[in-house]
């Protein structure tokens, strides 16, 4: 594996963590295995990061559409959730690790509600590396409810004041579940699909989309490097010209 220049890696890289279904299906397994094998290599793929240095990572781990699935399914995925931050969380708090949410956690089981307070509690110091689940979430869901405490705020403001303020772009971010996390560099999906399904639209504004047909059980830190050189090869111009050599 060539090793990337320093500066030329992501500061924050968001992953659609796509294809557990198929990779169970693929071996006549039940689905709930291919999420099991899932959450293995999530945990592998962190190492990987924490070894490369980058600070941000979002992790798709259950969108506000994924309610349509069936129950047994749901069921099987919040368990291993479960589990996954009990047998984990020390080792996050030992490594350094802070852990965030984004997305709307009060509709998941009692227990899993328990364990990620428990997790950011425990984590919320830490600056190693901020991990972002995307548990319950969907962008356009959190670009609505930002709009709806901004208007709380602003029918306030407008009831003492008389008068409303307009707000700027970095003043929005702030009502985003991601703040303060940076905007998304490099958007990873594995699984072969090309979208993005609702995903940080906001954040990944600027993003470079890197998609692959590994599905995500798979996907291994040699296809983590081959994502980042071809990441550390891309001109990013952020709507300027390019660069002249
Ligand atoms: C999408 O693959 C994957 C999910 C909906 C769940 C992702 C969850 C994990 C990796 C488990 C670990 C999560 C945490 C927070 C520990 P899919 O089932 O849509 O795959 P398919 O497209 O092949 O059917």
Redesign the pocket.
């Known amino acids: 594996m060539n090793s990337i220049e320093k500066n030329k890696l992501p500061k924050h890289i968001a992953v659609?963590?796509?294809?557990?279904?198929?990779?169970?299906?693929l071996r006549n397994l039940p689905?709930s295995e291919?999420?099991?094998k899932?959450?293995e290599?999530?945990?592998r793929f962190i190492d990987d990061i924490l070894e490369l240095q980058i600070p941000y990572i979002s992790?798709?781990?259950?969108?506000t559409e994924?309610w349509k699935?069936p129950k047994t399914?749901i069921h099987s995925?919040w368990k291993?959730?479960l589990?996954?931050?009990a047998k984990y969380l020390e080792e996050c708090i030992e490594k350094k690790i802070c852990i965030k949410i984004s997305g709307d956690i009060t509709k998941l089981p009692k227990s899993n509600q328990e364990i990620i307070n428990e997790a950011i509690n425990k984590t919320k110091k830490n600056k190693h590396l901020y991990v972002n689940?995307c548990?319950n979430y969907g962008s356009q869901q959190e670009i609505i409810n930002a709009i709806n405490q901004i208007l709380e705020i602003k029918i306030n403001q407008f009831q003492q004041t008389g008068q409303i303020k307009k707000i700027n772009k970095k003043e929005f971010e702030k009502y985003l579940y991601t703040y303060p996390l940076p905007p998304v560099d490099l958007l990873i999906r594995p699984?072969g699909?090309y979208r993005i399904s609702n995903f940080l639209l906001w954040q990944c504004a600027y993003a470079e989309l890197y998609f692959t047909k590994t599905?995500?059980?798979d996907f291994s830190k040699e296809d983590l490097y081959n994502a980042l050189e071809w990441y550390s090869k891309r001109e990013r111009r952020f709507g300027g010209l390019l660069s002249i050599k």
């Open positions: 659609i963590l796509d294809g557990n279904g198929r990779w169970a299906q689905r291919g999420h099991r899932g959450g290599n999530l945990k992790l798709y781990a259950f969108s994924n699935r399914e995925l291993l959730m589990e996954f931050f689940f548990i699984g699909e599905l995500w059980p």
